[in-house]
């Protein structure tokens, strides 16, 4: 019976994935839980495997995009694994004279083959042109010389081998492993090819923009009370959770008070209504070499300080490794980018669709501010709240936006629990 391998649904928003490697090909034999391919999505690569033992036939090839559901392979159970041979070898000793003698055998009479079809238009064959074409597998009769009387030269096969090449290059589908950089004839740029991860990541960030009308509001917040509470209880806190108390932990928190008092920012739009999530998995951008993923806090309203710290560093492991699930990436109701750990001071968040709302937050900087009537300088960071505007409210946004940055600077707003 062939059973079907098809892509599996990997998130509400996202239809297709690319095919990155098989690590299996058609006619191997594939054991249940075995890695048949890597796919790779707009935000994470996971590796599918097989449900069922048996005999696998692909039918998607590497590089190709492919749409949730589609099928990509079969695999025939009703074939057994096959049976491995239990036959008695001769002692080495004796086997290898024959080997060593068959082998020169075979490419003697292969060159000599070839040198009989060029003999016989005439070209006798050069040492040098004879060693290329032997090493490149040529075909000599079907090369037309340009040297003395139709002979062959040593340019004419490295151009047939050249040629050879371009055509392979071109009619074969380009492999994202494989494809080489093409630098421009003055050195004056590098074309490469996208990966497939970063050609997904693009087509969803414009897709967001043409599907939602963002907009982003602004805030700023005093960042002092947050690190006078953190040096205050980080030896405390490192030593009984074995995690540093982090700024992310202090926002997640924040960001749920405030969606709990403004609920709209934690919905979406699906075609003709409005969904109105009830939870709050909270997703956190986390940059990697390979682009931006966002692994979901799952129930953030319901977590100590401490678990969320070893959520957020367990993803952040996980990501930098590659070693992310695709179910580690579903579901999220609305996320927090941390554009300050690169330097950022000031950004505009795209959504994170279909989410209505994600907060930007950036570098703290000292800057002078106005407090009880008196300058003062301060650890100020600024806030940027993008949101969907079908959805949600100027007043709405503004009101959230002022919520976080109350929590912020007065965390005892928040459920402290260390």
Same mark, same amino acid.
């Not at 599996?8 to 054991?31: C, L, M, Q, R």
């Not at 992310?248 to 969606?259: C, G, P, Q, R, Y």
């Not at 505009?348 to 703290?364: A, D, Y």
């Given at each position: 019976?062939?059973?079907?391998?098809?892509?599996?649904?990997?998130?509400?928003?996202?239809?297709?994935?690319?095919?990155?490697?098989w690590h299996k090909k058609s006619g191997d034999f594939v054991n249940e839980g075995e890695a048949l391919?890597?796919? &790779?999505?707009?935000?994470?690569?996971? &590796?599918?495997?097989?449900?069922?033992?048996?005999?696998?036939?692909?039918?998607?090839?590497?590089?190709?995009?492919?749409k949730i559901g589609e099928v990509v392979a079969t695999i025939d159970d009703s074939k057994p694994p096959?049976?491995?041979?239990?036959?008695?070898?001769?002692?080495e000793k004796k086997k290898e004279p024959e080997a060593e003698k068959k082998e020169p055998e075979a490419?003697?009479?292969?060159?000599?083959?070839?040198?009989?079809?060029?003999?016989?238009?005439?070209?006798?064959?050069?040492?040098?042109?004879?060693?290329?074409?032997?090493?490149?597998?040529?075909?000599?009769?079907?090369?037309?010389?340009?040297?003395?009387?139709?002979?062959?030269?040593?340019?004419?096969?490295?151009? @047939?081998?050249?040629?050879?090449?371009?055509?392979?290059? @071109?009619?074969?589908?380009?492999?994202?492993?494989?494809?080489?950089?093409?630098?421009?004839?003055?050195?004056?740029?590098?074309?490469?090819?996208?990966?497939?991860?970063?050609?997904?990541?693009?087509?969803?960030?414009?897709?967001?923009?043409?599907?939602? @009308?963002?907009?982003?509001?602004?805030?700023?917040?005093?960042?002092?009370?947050?690190?006078?509470?953190?040096?205050?209880?980080? &030896?405390?806190?490192?030593?009984?959770?074995?995690?540093?108390?982090?700024?992310?932990?202090?926002?997640?928190?924040?960001?749920?008070?405030?969606?709990?008092?403004?609920?709209?920012?934690?919905?979406?739009?699906?075609?003709?209504?409005?969904?109105?999530?009830?939870?709050?998995?909270?997703?956190?951008?986390?940059?990697?070499?390979?682009?931006?993923?966002?692994?979901?806090?799952?129930?953030?309203?319901?977590?100590?300080?401490?678990?969320?710290?070893?959520?957020?560093?367990?993803?952040?492991?996980?990501?930098?490794?590659?070693?992310?699930?695709?179910?580690?990436?579903?579901?999220?109701?609305?996320?927090?980018?941390?554009?300050?750990?690169?330097?950022?001071?000031?950004?505009?968040?795209?959504?994170?669709?279909?989410?209505?709302?994600?907060?930007?937050?950036?570098?703290?900087?000292?800057?002078?501010?106005?407090?009880?009537?008196?300058?003062?300088?301060?650890?100020?960071?600024?806030?940027?709240?993008?949101?969907?505007?079908?959805?949600?409210?100027?007043?709405?946004?503004?009101?959230?936006?002022?919520?976080?940055? &109350?929590?912020?600077?007065?965390?005892?707003?928040?459920?402290?629990?260390?």
């Amino acid at each position: 019976m062939a059973i079907e391998v098809k892509i599996p649904a990997v998130g509400e928003s996202i239809t297709s994935g690319v095919v990155s490697a098989w690590h299996k090909k058609s006619g191997d034999f594939v054991n249940e839980g075995e890695a048949l391919f890597t796919l &790779e999505t707009d935000k994470v690569s996971t &590796e599918i495997v097989a449900e069922k033992a048996g005999v696998l036939e692909t039918k998607a090839d590497e590089g190709q995009e492919v749409k949730i559901g589609e099928v990509v392979a079969t695999i025939d159970d009703s074939k057994p694994p096959p049976e491995e041979k239990k036959t008695e070898k001769p002692p080495e000793k004796k086997k290898e004279p024959e080997a060593e003698k068959k082998e020169p055998e075979a490419e003697k009479e292969r060159v000599e083959e070839k040198e009989k079809k060029v003999a016989e238009k005439g070209e006798p064959l050069s040492p040098a042109v004879r060693r290329i074409i032997d090493e490149e597998h040529l075909e000599p009769e079907k090369i037309s010389g340009t040297g003395k009387g139709g002979r062959l030269t040593k340019g004419d096969v490295l151009a @047939a081998e050249q040629g050879r090449k371009s055509v392979r290059e @071109a009619v074969s589908f380009p492999s994202p492993r494989a494809e080489q950089d093409r630098q421009s004839s003055d050195g004056r740029f590098t074309r490469k090819r996208m990966s497939p991860l970063r050609r997904k990541i693009a087509a969803q960030l414009v897709m967001a923009q043409q599907t939602a @009308a963002i907009l982003t509001t602004f805030n700023e917040c005093d960042m002092s009370a947050v690190q006078e509470l953190r040096a205050k209880s980080q &030896e405390k806190f490192t030593k009984k959770n074995s995690v540093r108390l982090g700024l992310m932990s202090f926002f997640i928190k924040a960001s749920v008070e405030a969606l709990k008092d403004v609920p709209v920012v934690n919905g979406r739009i699906e075609g003709e209504d409005f969904i109105q999530n009830n939870f709050y998995d909270i997703g956190v951008a986390v940059g990697t070499e390979r682009g931006l993923v966002v692994p979901i806090v799952r129930d953030a309203d319901k977590k100590s300080f401490a678990e969320l710290e070893l959520d957020i560093a367990g993803f952040a492991v996980k990501a930098r490794e590659g070693k992310l699930k695709i179910e580690d990436l579903q579901g999220g109701t609305f996320t927090i980018s941390n554009g300050g750990v690169y330097g950022s001071l000031l950004s505009t968040p795209i959504l994170n669709p279909p989410q209505s709302g994600i907060l930007g937050m950036h570098k703290i900087m000292p800057r002078p501010v106005a407090v009880d009537g008196k300058v003062d300088v301060r650890p100020m960071m600024y806030l940027a709240l993008s949101y969907d505007h079908r959805a949600i409210d100027g007043k709405e946004a503004v009101t959230f936006l002022i919520k976080v940055k &109350e929590c912020i600077e007065d965390p005892k707003k928040l459920p402290l629990d260390f």
